[in-house]
């Protein structure tokens, strides 16, 4: 166990190497000039003490203001925050009041402050300093304003010399891969916008010219897109049966102005017989096409690529025959 006298030695060696460490790092770091400014008064030592002496916008500066009073009198310093002109406060810290031997206590309160760029003056205003005195069992207040404390400001920036650039040389960003997958997608973006106009211009001169279509011919284009959508070959036959009689069923709500698409079979045919621009024979060829028709979309028929081309053939020919007719029919109205 170790006695008294030994571990008194190794304190004390101990705090002497750390004293040699605390020198030499001292020695080893850059001295920084420091300014101090004496603002006593009233038998109170006041003084601010700068770091650096010369404000740096580039580094913090520290501001350390002590007061020293003697026995019997008791110093409060202001909160100097709001004082400080051309800084913003980066922290605060007030030590403890140290009391001396002599009875006298002295105030330390350090800030550190950021300076702020392009300001024309950096200085403390003056703040008001608060005494208490006592002696003979009796307090005495009292205070008193201190001068303001500038600091000085920046060296001033060389003045800008020669001419001026009439034709500035382009610094262009360097090449990146960044930079080209961004040009990339501006130019899909901008392809894309373009197929996308280009298709809605499309789709609507599509439609006016299938609106100046004649009956007969808005209806032979529609039978040729429902024969390219090979409905038959993939079994949908049913689909396709659909779609077959309502080429047929808007053909005659075009050229008869009968709604056809609108209604069954039967009140169709009931509908075709009362108008007299239907013949006998166009009649009973529709129904004969239109029942088979249903027989495979309602009564669940199963049909044959045969079947579907007969039906094909009786949608074509009917066409043909119809409007071969009408338009035999116009040409004898309009014969003297």
């Not at 299938?210 to 949908?236: C, N, T, Y």
Request: aromatic share 8%.
């Amino acid at each position: 166990m170790m006695n008294g006298k030994n571990r008194n030695a190794t304190e004390a060696g101990f705090r002497l190497l750390a004293s040699a460490f605390a020198w030499l790092l001292a020695a080893a770091m850059p001295a920084v000039a420091a300014v101090e400014t004496d603002l006593s008064k009233g038998g109170i030592s006041l003084s601010v003490t700068a770091s650096p002496d010369v404000v740096d916008i580039a580094r913090d500066f520290e501001v350390v203001v002590k007061a020293v009073a003697p026995a019997g009198t008791t110093v409060a310093l202001p909160d100097l925050r709001d004082r400080f002109r051309g800084f913003s406060v980066a922290e605060d810290f007030a030590e403890e009041p140290l009391v001396g031997a002599d009875g006298g206590t002295t105030y330390v309160s350090s800030w550190r402050l950021v300076p702020k760029p392009c300001e024309k003056v950096y200085k403390l205003l003056p703040f008001v300093v608060t005494l208490v005195r006592r002696a003979d069992g009796s307090e005495a207040h009292d205070s008193f304003y201190t001068a303001p404390v500038y600091f000085r400001n920046p060296a001033a920036r060389e003045t800008v010399t020669g001419g001026m650039e009439v034709n500035p040389e382009k610094d262009l960003p360097p090449l990146s891969w960044r930079l080209v997958r961004y040009c990339a997608l501006v130019l899909l973006a901008a392809c894309a916008a373009v197929a996308f106009v280009w298709w809605i211009v499309k789709k609507v001169a599509q439609k006016v010219r299938e609106h100046r279509m004649s009956p007969i011919e808005r209806a032979m284009l529609e039978l040729d897109r429902l024969l390219q959508k090979g409905l038959p070959g993939r079994g949908r036959y049913k689909d396709f049966y659909v779609e077959l009689t309502m080429v047929v069923r808007r053909y005659i709500q075009r050229r008869y102005s009968v709604r056809a698409p609108n209604l069954t079979t039967d009140e169709f045919l009931r509908a075709a017989a009362e108008n007299p621009a239907f013949t006998r024979e166009a009649l009973e060829g529709l129904r004969q096409f239109l029942e088979s028709s249903d027989m495979v979309k309602f009564a669940g028929v199963e049909a044959t690529p045969e079947m579907a081309d007969s039906a094909t053939d009786k949608a074509r020919d009917y066409l043909t025959a119809d409007s071969r007719n009408r338009n035999q029919g116009a040409k004898g109205g309009d014969t003297p």
